[in-house]
């Protein structure tokens, strides 16, 4: 369960570190809690994540940070590839030349955030596929389905790595946007803190890594 600090004006102050980050990552996905937080402390020692600053229980992190985490979460194998991982995946380029890690920041962050379904990485080849959506139609049954559309991003020097089958992970769209959306607000109501953990309840029963 998320949650804040209470005050005056019935509003909850949440600490948005790297360490609540780690456990709302566990939460949502199924992933042992040992392992966020193992990758996480890869990151920091690395100089990826923050490892100083105000506040009790840990420190705030940005947009960045978070991405990051949910980066080193998705491609790597084990928790010590997590910096390699994340600067590897950051530097994919689409064929317009746009990062991909500047790209989730670009859709995470801002209003389209709520068009992403699902964002996939190849943990055997140097490629990443971000699937949104394109808009919706009805189908014969009179049913409004939604036509996707697929943002492809790959080794900007044109290396591929393969080794035996393809092996992929993937995370919800709805995952990263419950983490941005408390960094986008990291002071909310009750009743907005209600709706949160509904949301978060509702992901960890239906969604995997």
Avoid at 78 to 100: E, R
Avoid at 118 to 144: F, L, M, Q, R
Wanted: aromatic residues 4%.
């Amino acid at each position: 369960m998320i949650s804040g600090s209470n005050s005056q004006q019935k509003e909850y102050k949440i600490m948005v570190s790297s360490t609540a980050i780690s456990k709302i990552l566990a939460q949502l996905t199924g992933v042992p809690k040992s392992k966020t937080d193992s990758l996480a402390l890869e990151l920091r020692k690395a100089g990826i994540l923050k490892t100083k600053g105000p506040g009790r229980g840990g420190i705030d992190i940005d947009f960045e940070e978070a991405r990051d985490m949910i980066l080193a979460l998705l491609g790597a194998n084990v928790p010590k590839d997590a910096p390699a991982t994340v600067k590897k995946l950051n530097s994919l380029v689409d064929k317009d030349g746009k990062t991909f890690g500047d790209t989730l920041l670009d859709l995470f962050s801002g209003p389209t955030d709520n068009l992403v379904d699902c964002v996939n990485v190849s943990k055997t080849s140097n490629h990443a596929v971000i699937i949104y959506s394109k808009g919706c139609i009805n189908d014969p049954h009179g049913e409004t389905v939604s036509i996707p559309g697929y943002l492809h991003f790959s080794d900007p020097d044109g290396v591929e790595k393969s080794h035996g089958y393809g092996i992929n992970s993937w995370i919800s769209g709805g995952v990263i946007r419950l983490v941005f959306a408390l960094l986008k607000s990291p002071t909310i109501t009750q009743s907005e803190l209600d709706q949160l953990n509904k949301e978060a309840e509702r992901m960890a029963a239906e969604l995997k890594i």
